[in-house]
């Protein structure tokens, strides 16, 4: 079967990825594009090399979303690497490659590290060039391999000019993409024995008709993909509906509840009495699991904590915290202490399901519309407001950072998207440093634009925890209201979509 792409595509978080990798690796502090001597001198083989954390190969492979490429860190892909040559020689490709117990690499580049790396250092410095002067003859008769081409490809266009290049980075989901926008078909066989990367991917962008690239990747979202998953749900339906057919094949059906879990379903509340250590608690998860399983299309036996609340009525355990009291908030700015309702475990519990019943009640049309709306709008926000950030840090030429709390100061636009923060001014990168992630920001965006995040105290960490609110609370506060007001001042831009 085809590779296919991924049902969810971020635009923001593409771009913000982008951003991020042409910022370390092909712009200087100005935003200017780097001289053939600074890509070299800034392209060492230390920073090259995978095996050993971030570097450029590892963030032409992990920085962007989404999207993959086959083998992570491949010698073959990528022609140098760190790493364990015993391990690396017993794959297929092992008998061409050479190493000096530091590095690997592939041994038609040279009889050295330093010779090898010489050689990839001039085909992704000439490829860089290439593609800045959009010379797709020198782009294709460079001597990288092609995913490695079509990475680059993407990842240095110029966001704002006419593209370049889809973000796809396989033969076989390019080939996929003709057929399905109907470019070419299974008939044009010399056609497709010929034909090299760059020459499908020029077709794909003419056919798309984009402007520039933000242009490109909604056309990839709204379009490409969507007839890219029409037919993978066609070849899907039409393997299920084979084997339902074929001899000694049966249908999977749901099956009937266990006695205990029929018992909840019957009489709601269920008491479980015995010795500790009798298993009365594992029972009751067991049955909670089994009820809750299919909410959400579970197969596993992982409980739905969407689904399920659990909570133990210890003697310290009252109404305040079962259904509501109120709780100490932080000192304010003159120190003084106050309190502030909060839900306890049954009433938030209540409220949950009655917002899922709400939802439920909807028309899967409607519901539908209103997350693709919601999901367009933050991409817009989430899109906008990074390019913001990234404007700014470009003007920043004392390299201050842009203040975000007290002395923690916002100084790069990270992986995916994320706000790379850290307390105080300079260019030098500390080790103790911060990172916001875009999916809390998405996550709780609407909640504090309707006022129900009143305080720091209301971001919740992401899965389990001993704390009430996020590690990082503070920090998202602030920058949800950063972002708030960018909205409120800019409604016209990001605003569309949700007018």
Same mark, same amino acid.
């Given at each position: 079967?085809?590779?296919? &792409?991924?049902?969810?595509?971020?635009?923001?978080?593409?771009?913000?990825?982008?951003?991020?990798?042409?910022?370390?690796?092909?712009l200087d502090a100005s935003g200017n594009k780097l001289s053939r001597a600074q890509l070299e001198a800034n392209l060492t083989i230390d920073k090259y090399c995978m095996g050993k954390g971030a570097g450029f190969c590892y963030e032409l492979e992990q920085g962007e979303p989404y999207f993959s490429l086959g083998q992570a860190g491949a010698p073959n892909s990528h022609g140098i690497v760190f790493g364990d040559a015993n391990k690396i020689k017993n794959k297929s490709y092992g008998k061409t490659l050479k190493n000096d117990g530091i590095y690997v690499w592939r041994g038609n580049l040279g009889n050295s590290a330093k010779e090898a790396f010489k050689k990839i250092q001039k085909q992704i410095c000439d490829l860089i060039e290439a593609i800045w002067a959009r010379d797709y003859a020198a782009i294709e008769n460079n001597a990288c391999y092609e995913n490695v081409k079509m990475r680059l490809m993407f990842y240095c266009q110029d966001w704002d000019k006419i593209p370049l290049a889809m973000p796809i980075w396989t033969k %076989?989901?390019?080939?996929?993409?003709?057929?399905?926008?109907?470019?070419?078909? =299974?008939?044009?066989?010399?056609?497709?024995?010929?034909?090299? $990367?760059?020459?499908?991917?020029?077709?794909?962008?003419?056919?798309?008709?984009?402007?520039?690239?933000?242009?490109?990747?909604?056309?990839?979202?709204?379009?490409?993909?969507?007839?890219?998953?029409?037919?993978?749900?066609?070849?899907?339906?039409s393997e299920d509906s084979s084997m339902t057919s074929a001899p000694g094949k049966e249908?999977? %059906?749901?099956?009937?509840?266990? &006695?205990?879990?029929?018992?909840?379903? %019957?009489?709601?509340?269920?008491?479980?009495?015995?010795?500790?250590?009798?298993?009365?608690?594992?029972?009751?998860? %067991?049955?909670?699991?089994?009820?809750?399983?299919?909410?959400?299309?579970?197969?596993?036996?992982?409980?739905?904590?969407? $689904?399920?609340?659990?909570?133990q009525f210890h003697p310290s355990y009252d109404y305040t915290d079962f259904v509501e009291g109120l709780r100490p908030v932080p000192p304010d700015s003159t120190g003084n202490i106050g309190f502030r309702r909060k839900?306890?475990?049954?009433?938030?519990?209540?409220? /949950?399901?009655? =917002?899922?019943?709400?939802?439920?009640?909807?028309?899967?049309?409607?519901?539908?519309?209103?997350?693709?709306?919601?999901?367009?709008?933050?991409?817009?926000?989430?899109?906008?407001?990074?390019?913001?950030? $990234?404007?700014?840090?470009?003007?920043?030429?004392?390299?201050?950072?842009?203040?975000?709390?007290?002395?923690? /100061?916002?100084?790069r636009i990270g992986k995916y998207g994320s706000v790379i923060i850290w307390n105080g001014e300079g260019a030098e990168e500390p080790t103790a440093k911060q990172s916001l992630s875009w999916t809390i920001i998405r996550r709780d965006y609407e909640e504090f634009k309707a006022g129900n995040i009143k305080s720091y105290m209301d971001i919740k960490p992401t899965g389990p925890s001993e704390s009430e609110y996020h590690g990082n609370a503070a920090y998202y506060f602030k920058s949800l209201s950063l972002n708030n007001t960018y909205f409120s001042k800019n409604n016209n831009t990001c605003g569309k979509v949700e007018q």
């Open positions: 079967m085809s590779v296919q &792409p991924k049902e969810y595509i971020n635009v923001a978080k593409i771009q913000a990825a982008v951003l991020a990798f042409q910022q370390k690796w092909l %076989e989901l390019l080939q996929t993409a003709l057929k399905c926008l109907g470019l070419h078909t =299974d008939k044009d066989a010399k056609w497709w024995a010929k034909v090299k $990367y760059t020459s499908m991917q020029k077709e794909l962008v003419d056919s798309s008709k984009a402007h520039n690239v933000q242009d490109l990747c909604e056309y990839y979202k709204n379009t490409l993909d969507k007839k890219l998953q029409a037919q993978k749900t066609s070849a899907t339906k249908t999977l %059906e749901k099956s009937a509840p266990s &006695p205990e879990a029929q018992l909840v379903l %019957e009489h709601k509340n269920v008491i479980f009495t015995g010795a500790p250590g009798t298993g009365k608690t594992h029972m009751a998860r %067991e049955i909670a699991e089994e009820l809750t399983k299919n909410n959400s299309g579970l197969t596993t036996g992982k409980s739905n904590d969407e $689904y399920v609340e659990f909570c839900n306890g475990t049954f009433k938030d519990f209540c409220k /949950r399901a009655a =917002d899922n019943l709400n939802e439920y009640r909807k028309s899967k049309e409607k519901l539908n519309k209103e997350q693709a709306r919601q999901t367009q709008f933050l991409d817009r926000l989430q899109t906008a407001f990074t390019t913001y950030i $990234y404007d700014k840090l470009k003007q920043d030429k004392a390299l201050k950072g842009i203040q975000l709390l007290k002395n923690m /100061r916002i100084h």
